[in-house]
Structure formats: structure tokens, C-alpha cells
């Protein structure tokens, strides 16, 4: 078992820089892949990017491929979600995840693939 807890997020202006953070606990932490997803009103979870266990393995969907970077401190079972050049379109609810991977370099990219789930973290970015 693992909580996720985020922290991070705001309101932003376009052009700026944001980090939302996701610390693990639990038992074997730092064991997990983990993914970030984002939701806005009245449409369904999207897939924002994932990292492996090792942290040597990340994928990021093409809307934020460039802007955002996954990365993830194993010593304080911590994954980070930094966000550059945002834009109006990025504002939405987003949601780490944790599942105990099949290797320590797998990835996944389906929400229903993910067994533990952050409380969201509100990123608004004004235009």
C-alpha cells in the first residue's frame, strides 16, 4: 500500500513555469512507477507523462513533449512534474499515480493501469 501526496500548483500566467510534487509513502516507495494525468471539467482523465521505478525510462504525451519533465527523487520518494512554457490549455486537475511495475524500466500509459492515486492539484494558467 502507498498514499500519494501532492503539493505545488497555482495560477500562472502564459509563458511561466510551475512544479507540482508527489511524495510516496508507504511501504517500498521508491519501488513504484508512476505516472501524471490531468483532468478538466466534463472530459475524461488525459494522460500527461510517466517515469519507470529507475527513473531511466519517461514518455510524455505529445501536447506537453518539450515543456514538461518527470523526474524523480528515490531518496525522499518523491516524483516532481516540472512545467515550462505553459499555456491556457494546460490549465486542469492533475493526478499522480503509483503501480508496482512489471520491471524497473516499464511505463504505462493507461489510467486503469495505475493502482494509487494523488488528490489532485489544481494548475491554472491565465493567458
Known amino acids: 500500500q502507498v498514499q500519494l501526496v501532492q503539493s505545488g500548483g497555482g495560477l500562472v500566467q502564459s509563458g511561466a513555469s510551475l512544479r507540482v510534487s508527489c511524495e510516496a509513502s508507504?511501504?517500498?516507495?521508491?519501488?513504484?512507477?508512476m505516472g501524471w494525468f490531468r483532468q478538466v471539467p466534463g472530459k475524461a482523465r488525459e494522460f500527461v507523462g510517466a517515469i519507470s521505478a529507475s527513473g531511466g525510462v519517461s514518455h510524455y504525451a505529445d501536447s506537453v513533449k518539450g515543456r514538461f519533465t518527470i523526474s524523480r527523487d528515490n531518496a525522499k520518494a518523491t516524483v516532481f512534474l516540472q512545467m515550462n512554457s505553459l499555456k491556457p490549455e494546460d490549465t486542469a486537475v492533475y493526478y499522480c499515480?503509483?503501480?508496482?511495475?512489471?520491471?524497473?524500466?516499464?511505463?504505462?500509459?493507461?489510467?486503469?493501469?495505475?493502482?494509487?492515486w494523488g488528490q489532485g492539484t489544481q494548475v491554472t494558467v491565465s493567458s
Open positions: 499515480s503509483a503501480k508496482v511495475p512489471l520491471t524497473g524500466g516499464s511505463i504505462y500509459f493507461r489510467e486503469s493501469a495505475y493502482d494509487y
Open positions: 508507504g511501504r517500498a516507495s521508491s519501488a513504484y512507477a
